[in-house]
């Protein structure tokens, strides 16, 4: 299927640089381009694209152009995809576009747009609802203090524990010393920022503002940063400071979700519609999953991947996945109550959960960095997926014998699945009649 882009730059030679590196695609076509903040919004208006690419500056002032009419298009046209392209890698640019949720909303370096397929990805993932964030821009988020070369580099570190508000015991236990050292650390620092500030030394005083707007946005950072990574992974990234491709293997609970003849669906659509139906869909089970203490790993496509037990381990991730499954289940029922009004198709689910051990990591290249979890489990709960129609959830059997509550389930008849040579056993509820 072809997705239609309507693109934006004030610059001549940039805009047609990023249109034919669009062209180099056959699933990409370009409908317009625009040069400033009227041409964009009154071009994208008339040719409704499913998404729009745009710089951040541009006429008239030269301030946020791009990310304003990118906003005014989407609330015009519910479910259009924006890519901002910038040369600015600021993390509060990335907090102005996605102050509203990331979902549909892609964020890349204009340096970079050339890598490999970046670009193309992205215009598909914000297509779909799906969100990307340039590393640089991540790395910008984790760690808003940066050098300017007036603090050696163990007081850059302190100075960064501070600005992410890492609590004295923890700084201590990161420096191996003791609390009361560490706090007489953190004074020295400051006594040299202020002693810096009051000679006029300019590097000081940009020091102390960077400071003061990273514990003020840290928490808002923190928000946005959360909703384009895993529930529960930024922080981890904050406070544990993990590194890409660090493995550690837990027993999780796995949910997979799928829509039931979403091939079909989406033919008979119109791709506009059919976009803000996923980005509904998507955000009533991100919702449903969370609320559950599980964490939504990814949405490929109509299918929605959660794992109960990570990045955190708890006891009790079989029956929290089990209840997400009905509270899903519950979600789309009622928006699919909406929709009949409406005169749009039901999303109907099948659901499948499995627990076992993974392996989870963050893992990470130049393009794009993911939380992921994989094993056996992970492709177990795909095949279970499989087996359930419109409104069930199928349980392996290890989940099923790890709950304190069984539901009124169907045995299914153990099964050979792809990747397994013993029959596999499962359990189906609600319980066919």
């Known amino acids: 299927m072809t997705i239609t882009v309507f693109l934006a730059d004030d610059n001549l030679l940039v805009r047609e640089g990023v249109k034919a590196l669009m062209e180099l695609s056959d699933d990409l076509e370009v409908v317009g381009v ?66 509203d949720g990331a979902a549909g909303y892609a964020y890349l370096l204009k340096d970079r747009v050339a890598e490999s397929d970046q670009l193309a990805r992205a215009i598909r993932e914000v297509a779909t609802g799906g969100s990307m964030l340039d590393p640089k821009i991540v790395e910008a988020l984790t760690r ?21 508000g ?32 009051s000679g006029g030394d ?54 997979m979700s799928d829509i039931r003849g979403y091939s079909g669906i989406a033919e008979q659509s119109d791709p506009t519609s059919l976009a803000g139906q996923l980005n509904r869909h998507r955000a009533e089970m991100n919702r449903a999953i969370i609320a559950h203490g599980g964490t939504v790993m990814q949405f490929v496509g109509d299918a ?20 997400a499954a009905v509270a899903m289940h519950e979600a789309q029922a009622k928006v699919n109550a909406e929709w009949s009004e409406q005169g749009l198709s039901p999303f ?30 992970v492709n177990l709960t795909q095949r279970l997926q499989q087996w359930g129609e419109p409104g069930e959830t199928v349980l392996s059997e290890p989940t099923f014998a790890a709950l ?13 699945v792809k990747g397994r040579v013993a029959p596999v056993a499962a359990y189906r509820f609600p319980k066919r009649a």
């Open 34 to 99: 625009a040069e400033d903040f009227d041409g964009l919004v009154a071009g994208a208006t008339d040719a409704q694209p499913q998404v729009v690419v745009t710089d951040i500056r541009m006429p008239p002032d030269f301030q946020r152009e791009g990310i304003e009419a990118a906003k005014l298009v989407r609330k015009r046209h519910p479910g259009t995809g924006i890519v901002i392209l910038s040369q600015y890698d600021d993390p509060e640019y990335a907090i102005a576009l996605l102050s």
């Open 304 to 323: 929605v991947m959660a794992v109960f037990g990570a990045p955190d381990p708890v006891a009790d991730h079989a029956e929290q996945a089990t209840v």
């Open 404 to 416: 304190t509550s069984q539901p009124d389930c169907d045995r299914l008849e153990p099964a050979v």
């Open 348 to 377: 109907g689910l099948g659901i499948g959960v499995s627990t076992g051990p993974v392996a989870a990591a963050l893992l990470g290249s130049e393009e794009r960095i993911e939380y992921s979890v994989v094993g056996d489990t």
């Open 166 to 197: 890492t609590p004295i015991k923890a700084i201590a236990v990161a420096l191996a010393t003791t609390p009361a050292d560490a706090d007489s650390r953190i004074e020295t620092l400051f006594v040299k920022l202020a002693q810096g500030l």
């Open 144 to 164: 808003p203090v940066t050098s300017d070369g007036l603090l050696d580099r163990a007081e850059e570190r302190l100075l960064d524990m501070v600005a992410e």
């Open 202 to 255: 300019h590097a000081a005083l940009e020091r102390l503002r960077t400071l003061q707007r990273a514990i003020a946005s840290r928490e808002e950072q923190g928000e946005e940063l959360s909703r384009l990574l895993p529930g529960g992974v930024a922080e981890k990234l904050r406070r544990d400071g993990r590194r890409i491709g660090e493995t550690e293997e837990l027993v999780v609970t796995v949910l």
